[in-house]
């Protein structure tokens, strides 16, 4: 996919949970698309130095940072860092998540834990950072209408609940209401809110779901569209909500998902 580097010239983009997978497919996108993004890991340090030399190889402007997203004061070190760097935030995609499977009866409270703080206060963490700094600079009409544009990456488990797995689903639900929420109330003050709800994508956190062709073929069922998607259908779908293009958008979730929200149990008549 060819972006056009005016599109988000001169915004500055935080990604969390860039060095691999989605979040990674979206950096790249965004800072195709002009954006300075500072691309946030939990752990593989390698893996997100990578990706910004090879952004500023081709003349974009990126830094990494490692950050905890569930912890507070990693969060707030974060974005201190970004506005020492870059002076400020326009997009923020809240994309960090994990899963911690588990029976229902079996599912410790540490599991349960975990994925919520993750999943769900990590992304409060990060939005309310970026919507008090949205806040305090308001809109510069050169750079975007919106002050400010947040993506929370969700999931089809916003709404298909999923057995196994009640920790992840239950955080993506939240994330559903968290995110409207804040866009009702941030709204007037011009900052967008919206949600990605990817259906399965390959990448690292589902690998056991398509790496055999059995796997495959059984998550194919699953899916109207008959393919897995790749990063790439998520990447262009945030870069859409986060530019100018998507302006009379907001409080709305885009599911990419290849129709797997369709029910597709029911289209030989269930
Ligand atoms: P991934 O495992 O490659 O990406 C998750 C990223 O989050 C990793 O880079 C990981 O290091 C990071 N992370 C985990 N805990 C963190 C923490 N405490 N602080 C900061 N970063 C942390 O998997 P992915 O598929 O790219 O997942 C990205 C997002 O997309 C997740 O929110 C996931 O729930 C969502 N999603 C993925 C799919 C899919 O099919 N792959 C489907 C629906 C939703």
């Not at 993506?151 to 992840?168: F, K």
């Not at 003050?189 to 259906?199: H, L």
């Amino acid at each position: 996919m060819v972006y056009s580097p005016y599109l988000l010239k001169g915004q500055k983009a935080l990604v969390t949970g860039g060095s691999s997978g989605i979040g990674e497919g979206v950096v790249r996108a965004l800072a195709a698309a002009g954006a300075s993004v500072v691309v946030n890991y939990h752990s593989d340090s390698e893996a997100a130095e990578k990706i910004v030399d090879e952004i500023k190889l081709a003349n974009g402007e990126a830094i990494a940072f490692q950050a905890d997203v569930s912890q507070e004061d990693d969060v707030q070190a974060m974005f201190a860092k970004m506005f020492q760097e870059f002076g400020t935030i326009d997009i923020l995609v809240n994309n960090a998540g994990l899963q911690k499977d588990s029976s229902f009866v079996d599912m410790t409270l540490d599991q349960w834990n975990l994925v919520i703080s993750v999943n769900l206060t990590g992304q409060f963490l990060c939005a309310r950072e970026a919507a008090k700094e949205f806040l305090r600079r308001g809109v510069q009409p050169r750079i975007s209408c919106a002050a400010g544009k947040i993506i929370c990456m969700s999931s089809v488990h916003q709404l298909i609940p999923w057995a196994g797995h009640v920790n992840y689903a239950t955080s993506k639900g939240g994330i559903d209401m968290m995110m409207r929420s804040i866009a009702q109330e941030l709204a007037p003050q011009k900052i967008r809110v919206n949600s990605i709800a990817p259906g399965a994508i390959k990448t690292p956190i589902n690998k056991s779901a398509w790496d055999t062709p059995e796997a495959e073929a059984k998550l194919l069922q699953l899916i109207p569209a008959n393919r897995i998607g790749n990063t790439e259908d998520i990447a262009k779908a945030a870069v859409w909500l986060a530019s100018d293009d998507s302006d009379y958008v907001n409080g709305t979730t885009l599911y990419v998902d290849g129709g797997m929200t369709l029910y597709p149990g029911f289209a030989t008549g269930g």
